[in-house]
T-cell receptor, first 113, second 111 residues
Framework: DGGITQSPKYLFRKEGQNVTLSCEQNLNHDAMYWYRQDPGQGLRLIYY???????QKGDIAEGYSVSREKKESFPLTVTSAQKNPTAFYLC????????????FGSGTRLTVV | GNSVTQMEGPVTLSEEAFLTINCTYTATGYPSLFWYVQYPGEGLQLLLK?????DKGSNKGFEATYRKETTSFHLEKGSVQVSDSAVYFCALTYTGNQFYFGTGTSLTVIP
């Protein structure tokens, strides 16, 4: 079955550490996205990538980094510069343009301890 | 700018009740409009969409009509079930590169 896989489902990080969230899709989608979800704030775009080796900042990119070396993979690194990293992170993919809608992964809940 | 406003929740209904979740948007042009549903601990799933004015999106008994004159895309279902309990997000996009999501409306259906 085609889909988008995020791992791990739960992640704990000590303050000052970088951590990388995995996102893999086998839908042959060109575009991939990272969103952050906080209670009462909806979803906010962190980064997106329309093609391999290219990505753009979203509304809240500070403290995050991404790479897109393969079409199937779009990992997100939460760096120590992100002041409030505890959140639910959602990865999504779409055909080029995305106007038909996204396919979302099941999310990673990151907690800083 | 572009934004989406949803009615605040939580919404609690009895099984078989009629559901309306209001969604209005602010946009400079003619976006595509979407409803997504999120079950506890999961990602979002596309529920329905409409790409132009007067289009009606429908799926699993849910419906929403793109109303340009009132800039609205209200979600409705005639008879809700316990399994419909989830958080519902309204969203818009122009190009698909960025979606603008509402804050979500939590629905709980009690037997």
């Amino acid at each position: 079955d085609g889909g988008i896989t995020q791992s791990p489902k739960y992640l704990f990080r000590k303050e000052g550490q970088n951590v990388t969230l995995s996102c893999e899709q086998n839908l042959n989608h060109d575009a991939m996205y990272w969103y952050r979800q906080d209670p009462g704030q909806g979803l906010r775009l962190i980064y997106y990538s329309q093609i391999v080796n290219d990505f753009q900042k979203g509304d809240i990119a500070e403290g995050y980094s991404v790479s897109r070396e393969k079409k199937e993979s779009f990992p997100l690194t939460v760096t120590s510069a992100q002041k409030n990293p505890t959140a639910f992170y959602l990865c999504a993919s779409s055909i080029a343009g995305g106007s038909y809608g996204y396919t979302f992964g099941s999310g990673t809940r990151l907690t800083v301890v | 700018g572009n934004s989406v406003t949803q009615m605040e929740g939580p919404v609690t209904l009895s099984e078989e009740a009629f559901l309306t979740i209001n969604c209005t948007y602010t946009a400079t042009g003619y976006p595509s409009l979407f409803w997504y549903v999120q079950y506890p601990g999961e990602g979002l799933q596309l529920l329905l969409k409409a790409t132009k004015a007067d289009d009606k999106g429908s799926n699993k008994g849910f419906e929403a009509t793109y109303r340009k004159e009132t800039t609205s895309f209200h979600l409705e279902k005639g008879s809700v079930q316990v399994s419909d309990s989830a958080v519902y997000f309204c969203a818009l996009t122009y190009t698909g590169n960025q979606f603008y999501f509402g804050t979500g409306t939590s629905l709980t259906v009690i037997p």
